[in-house]
């Protein structure tokens, strides 16, 4: 989704995406002049709401490539619960914008944020510090019926609420202060943030392969949450 150099180039490009999937986006947007979170709704049988969104900058514009492809994976079969398919607005304030505009009735039926940060630069991996147990359990699940290994979920070289920067091989990952992720927490949302890297390696490479197989996990771990009961 590198497309130009400027966010603008790389938010029309993912509409462009959107719009060939046959999604209606609706954009929230802060204030006039803003960049906008894309939000792509599949309506499910029941009002739970899964969330499933990436940023659209930095290091997540090929993660965020990917949800209008997840979109028509999972658009292929009925789903119980509807699903938002969000494309983040940057530095974490996404999350907060697409919280904040839902009724408080609307914030009590989400049921599960996934969040999708850098993938395609090696194994599937957690974030240390915001794992949600049984969204990790199914992840393990989906993972094991496609043959995906996803290395154990690392250690947060801090307190369980991750206030300072990682450090060492983990120093790239979202601070909490920036997450999208966070906001979902602090309203009681089960959250998995799941990105890529064996956590070792300063400067990995891309690997389409990798990436492709990431993109699979996501759509059947999704589908998997879908399927257990509101």
């Given at each position: 989704?590198s ?47 899964i ?34 398919i969000?494309?983040f ?17 609307a ?76 906001t ?17 390696t ?29």
């Amino acid at each position: 989704l590198s497309v130009g150099n400027g966010r603008s180039a790389r938010l029309a490009a993912l509409r462009r995406l959107f719009a060939a999937t046959g999604c209606a986006i609706e954009e929230q947007r802060a204030s006039q002049g803003q960049m906008p979170n894309l939000v792509c709704t599949l309506a499910g049988q029941l009002p739970d709401t899964i969330v499933l969104g990436g940023s659209f900058y930095g290091d997540g514009d090929a993660s965020a490539a990917l949800l209008p492809s997840l979109y028509e994976s999972l658009a292929a079969a009925p789903r119980r619960h509807t699903l938002k398919i969000v494309a983040f607005t940057p530095r974490g304030r996404g999350g907060i914008r697409f919280v904040h505009a839902l009724s408080p009735a609307a914030r009590k039926q989400l049921a599960a944020m996934v969040h999708v940060g850098p993938l395609g630069y090696g194994p599937p991996q957690t974030h240390p510090v915001n794992a949600d147990d049984a969204l990790r359990c199914d992840l393990m699940t989906a993972a094991r019926a496609l043959g995906v290994t996803v290395p154990p979920r690392p250690i947060a070289p801090t307190g369980d609420q991750g206030q300072a920067p990682f450090a060492g091989p983990y120093a790239w990952l979202p601070l909490t202060g920036n997450a999208h992720w966070l906001t979902f927490r602090r309203a009681g949302v089960p959250v998995i943030s799941i990105h890529s890297g064996d956590g070792k390696t300063v400067a990995p490479r891309f690997d389409f392969d990798a990436y492709y197989a990431q993109y699979r996990l996501l759509s059947v771990f999704v589908a998997l949450i879908d399927s257990r009961e509101a």
